[in-house]
């Protein structure tokens, strides 16, 4: 039986040898061992340089003797028995880790998915007791699937899986009962919405029917013609409405917003380097101003008065601002709300 086997250099000129490389022996099976013929069955089988055998080339000799060629095979046994010593040892150490390693390394948390939903609330689905369990080893092993049968584990792999699935059906109810939950803070959400779609509805639908009305009553015929063939614009009747609504009004002068060509004008610098307008409610009122006020709620009782302050500046130090005070008078008549601003002193 051939055997494939390196000649070290260094090795031969040490034992004056003249040879090196690789090289196959002959060597007879009955003059070995059944674990040296055993081990060597297991070898590779190899043909380089037109060499060939079982591959014993990784331990190299001194010639390409018999004698080499056995303590070639002999000491890579050796090799594979320690190195399989060590890996038994490292199967050791892995069986104490997995004896000794608490409930939560053994346990892998994911989110709960039932009937495709979901978990997804992160204040929920962030506790354990919402999380779904997954059997995992509590490590990186080599030996995963050798660990999984050792009759050792066995014991605590059960006691791991019993703790899993009783979590897990806990689990399972919490998370159906959020979803239940959820389904019916949905359901009213919808519901609420419908409710506030309807009384849209209903409230456009009374806004057009108060439209129409007027139309009908108080619109000229232009506007009922045109009216009759869509031609009419909903803006024009709402500012013929408006008219009719400030019609106690009229001999009150309207308010005139400040323009920027104003504030320009005062501007010392003859230019306005950021214009800024700004409009609040007054906190205090004149008493001229409060006369007004009260005149307008007499003329119009059920309106709303607010008295306003408008500023206009320029964005430089030292120059004027513009400021005028208006009364902002909203009325709602029926379904539609009508505003306007008046002028409230010089």
């Not at 504030?263 to 700004?278: I, T």
């Not at 008065?305 to 430089?316: D, K």
């Amino acid at each position: 039986m051939k055997v494939h086997v390196y000649v070290n250099p260094s090795k031969a000129v040490a034992v004056g040898k003249n040879f090196h490389g690789h090289t196959s022996i002959d060597i007879d099976p009955e003059e070995l061992t059944q674990e040296e013929r055993t081990f060597l069955a297991s070898c590779s089988w190899v043909s380089k340089n037109e060499k060939y055998g079982f591959d014993l080339a990784a331990h190299d000799v001194a010639d390409n003797s018999k004698e080499s060629a056995i303590e070639a095979l002999r000491a890579l046994m050796e090799k594979a028995r320690v190195k399989k010593e060590e890996k038994e040892q490292q199967y050791e150490t892995e069986i104490e880790k997995c004896l000794n390693a608490p409930l939560e390394k053994w346990v892998d948390r994911r989110r709960f998915s039932i009937d495709g939903r979901t978990m997804w609330d992160d204040a929920l689905s962030r506790s354990k007791d919402y999380m779904k369990w997954e059997f995992t080893m509590p490590g990186y092993f080599n030996n995963r699937e050798r660990l999984l049968q050792d009759p050792r584990l066995q014991s605590k792999i059960t006691e791991i899986k019993t703790k899993i699935n009783a979590h897990n059906a806990v689990a399972h109810s919490l998370v159906l009962t959020e979803f239940d939950r959820e389904n019916v803070i949905k359901a009213e959400r919808e519901a609420l919405n419908k409710q506030r779609e309807q009384v849209k509805t209903e409230k456009a639908m009374r806004r057009q029917d108060q439209i129409e009305r007027w139309i009908a009553e108080k619109g000229t015929d232009n506007q009922r013609k045109r009216h009759d063939l869509q031609l009419l614009p909903e803006n024009e009747v709402l500012d013929a409405m408006r008219d009719e609504a400030f019609a106690v009004l009229n001999d009150f002068p309207r308010y005139d917003k400040i323009t920027k060509r104003e504030v320009e004008a005062v501007c010392q610098h003859n230019y306005a380097d950021d214009v800024d307008f700004e409009v609040t409610d007054a906190k205090f009122a004149t008493a001229d101003e409060f006369n007004l006020m009260e005149q307008f709620q007499q003329l119009i009782p059920n309106a709303i008065i607010v008295l306003r302050r408008h500023r206009g500046t320029c964005g430089h130090e030292g120059c004027d601002i513009i400021e005028r005070a208006s009364l902002h008078v909203s009325i709602t008549v029926r379904e539609i709300e009508f505003t306007r601003e008046y002028a409230c002193g010089e």
